[in-house]
């Protein structure tokens, strides 16, 4: 079995896992999928109640990982993410308390509740994989992903997430209402017990980690290169753009489209992997001048649009 074939045989099982307990959600889970094989960070953001904490609940689950949840509220220190040094009675010397940033996969739970100062405890870890206490600089265990949830509909007591924050996550989803049929396929499932509680791994951490390394090996061509390039230079130059993409968003393109290729059992990237990719990649990266949002235009409506304004490679350009 080569190793696209491992890959996609791999994703298919936990999808078809954390569908046990998210119903109708496949293309979601499989975008979740395709950060955790970046070793990228997600934000889910979505009004209460659409399954947001369940579906990093079900993920950590599947993957076998290590799991803590952050509870995100106003009053919430920095040392209650990265831990702290306190003094031992008993050995008379100062010891490492570390918080629960030391997990594989991270719930930070209604992120924009915690204050900034608090909020931006994370940034190290999120983007160095490390936590940096009393000048001492501690690895997190591998891998290593940030889930942080909000509510977009409520403001009162939150806190927005700075642009360097957002730039941070890999990717942003949206879960979205389940249609009717699907609504009524979780009552069902629901109303004689918990899925989640009989939820089983699928994978474990070293294999989790083989397939990162498998998906690095994914063919990016010239001319795909080129396509990525050409999404973040168009961002940068559109009139209702302030702040168009950043190079390490330019990198998160790309390496998307590589686990997406992945998982679909293909052994180089196409076109349609970085359209599939982009709206999840860009829509939190993008900040809209003030014009844009006085005509109600969205961040994902003018990604959209350079979407469709820059001409995509043809597929015999983007096989190796």
């Keep these: 079995m080569d190793v696209a074939t491992t890959v996609a ?21 499989e975008q979740a999928l395709v950060a955790v094989l970046c070793e990228g960070h997600i934000l889910i953001e979505d009004v209460p109640g659409i399954g947001k904490t369940m579906l990093a609940k079900a993920l950590a689950r599947s993957l076998g990982c290590t799991f803590r949840r952050i509870q995100c509220t106003p009053d919430l220190l920095p040392s209650d993410i990265t831990g ?14 570390p918080g629960p940033v030391f997990a594989q996969i991270v719930l930070a739970d209604e992120i924009n509740r915690a204050t900034p100062r608090t909020q931006s405890a994370l940034l190290e870890s999120m983007e160095e994989r490390q936590v940096t ?25 939150t806190f927005p997430l700075p642009e360097a924050q957002l730039d941070r996550f890999l990717i942003r989803l949206v879960l ?3 249609s009717a049929g699907d609504e009524q396929e979780m009552v069902r499932r629901y109303k004689v017990g918990q899925p989640l509680t009989n939820l089983e791994p699928v994978t474990s951490p070293a ?14 061509s010239p ?21 168009g993409l950043s190079p390490r968003g330019t990198l998160h393109l790309a390496r998307t489209a590589q686990a997406l290729a992945a998982i679909h059992e293909q052994t180089f990237v196409l076109p349609d992997d970085i359209k599939t990719m982009a709206p999840a990649v860009l829509g939190h990266r993008l900040v809209i001048s003030s014009g844009a949002r ?12 350079v979407l469709r304004t820059v001409p995509a490679p043809v597929e015999r350009d983007a096989r190796p």
Excluded: W
């Design 176 to 178: 979205g209402y389940p």
């Design 207 to 220: 294999e989790v980690l083989a397939m990162q390394a498998a998906v690095r090996a994914v063919h990016v």
């Design 84 to 97: 702290l040094e306190y003094f031992n009675q008993k050995t008379q010397t100062f010891d490492f308390r």
């Design 223 to 243: 001319a795909i290169e080129a396509y990525v390039i050409a999404i973040a230079r168009a961002t940068r130059s559109h009139p209702e753009i302030e702040l």
């Design 294 to 305: 006085l005509r109600d235009r969205t961040a994902a409506e003018i990604a959209d649009e």
């Design 9 to 29: 045989s791999m994703a298919r099982r936990l999808c078809a896992n954390v569908e046990q307990v998210i119903v109708g959600k496949t293309a979601v889970i």
């Design 133 to 157: 206490v009393e000048g001492e600089s501690r690895a997190l265990p591998r891998p290593f992903v940030v889930m942080a949830t909000q509510n977009p509909v409520e403001l009162q007591g």
